[in-house]
């Protein structure tokens, strides 16, 4: 394979939201993104964004169901879809019980409690905690408490 281009990973998700600007300040706020890039339309609409937590890459833009583009129509925040998510994205942190006190004291709905999922010893554990944003979009936090054996 051939690398990726300069500051960017394999793989990154894009979200869409109806108010993308207070969804970037919130995801800074509450689970410790940067902003990296933000390209503002009319009215200061989000055209495009792209938000950092070390290696880690998302890309926030608005909602545009009047746009030209029909896929670009299909994109949607939960909050547009009472509350339907088609993704869930999972974000590596150092401590999930203080990011977890953290955001929900910024917010965000936490769906499920911290807890530690063992796989085994030939496998991996992790502490975890499952979050709603401020629209809907979930979010599976997890610190690694052992890898797999080599």
């Known amino acids: 394979m051939k690398p990726t281009p300069n500051r960017w990973p394999r793989l990154s998700s894009g979200l869409f939201y109806q108010d993308a600007a207070a969804a970037i300040d919130w995801l800074c706020d509450a689970f410790g993104f940067s902003v990296r890039l933000k390209v503002e339309g009319d009215n200061g609409r989000i055209e495009h964004s792209e938000l950092t937590y070390g290696e880690a890459l998302i890309m926030?833009?608005?909602e545009a169901p009047d746009a030209d583009k029909v896929w670009k129509r299909a994109m949607r925040s939960p909050k547009s879809l009472q509350g339907?998510?088609?993704?869930?994205?999972?974000?590596?942190?150092?401590?999930?019980?203080?990011?977890?006190?953290?955001a929900r004291a910024r917010g965000a709905r936490i769906v499920?409690?911290?807890a530690t999922h063992d796989y085994g010893e030939d496998y991996w554990a992790d502490l975890s905690y499952g979050a709603l944003d401020l629209e809907g979009?979930?979010?599976w936090i997890?610190?690694?408490?052992?890898?797999?054996?080599?």
């Open 60 to 62: 926030v833009g608005q």
């Open 84 to 102: 339907a998510c088609t993704q869930t994205l999972m974000l590596f942190v150092d401590d999930a019980k203080s990011h977890c006190a953290h």
């Open 112 to 114: 499920d409690e911290p």
């Open 137 to 139: 979009h979930l979010w």
């Open 142 to 150: 997890t610190q690694r408490l052992r890898n797999p054996p080599a």
